[in-house]
């Protein structure tokens, strides 16, 4: 297991950071998800064998948000 941390633009309410939280938990390979509506973060624990680090980016950006990895 992997662990990743995303900045999350475009969340304005505690709404936005359960509907991410929910769509990262149901995503095969993601083992759990904890976004932080004041942190505008998002961190990812993920099976890098099953799922890439830009798809779990790619499916928050498809939410309306935009997810950029630190480094």
């Given at each position: ?17 359960i ?11 993601i083992?759990?998800?904890k976004?932080s ?17 830009s798809e779990i980016?790619?499916?928050?950006c ?10």
């Amino acid at each position: 297991m992997k662990k990743i941390t995303f900045d999350i633009a475009g969340m304005r309410c505690g709404a936005c950071a359960i509907g991410i939280e929910l769509m990262l938990a149901k995503k095969k390979g993601i083992k759990s998800a904890k976004v932080s509506l004041n942190e505008r973060t998002a961190v990812v624990e993920y099976d890098p064998a099953i799922v890439a680090s830009s798809e779990i980016s790619t499916a928050v950006c498809d939410l309306g948000y935009i997810a950029t990895a630190r480094s």
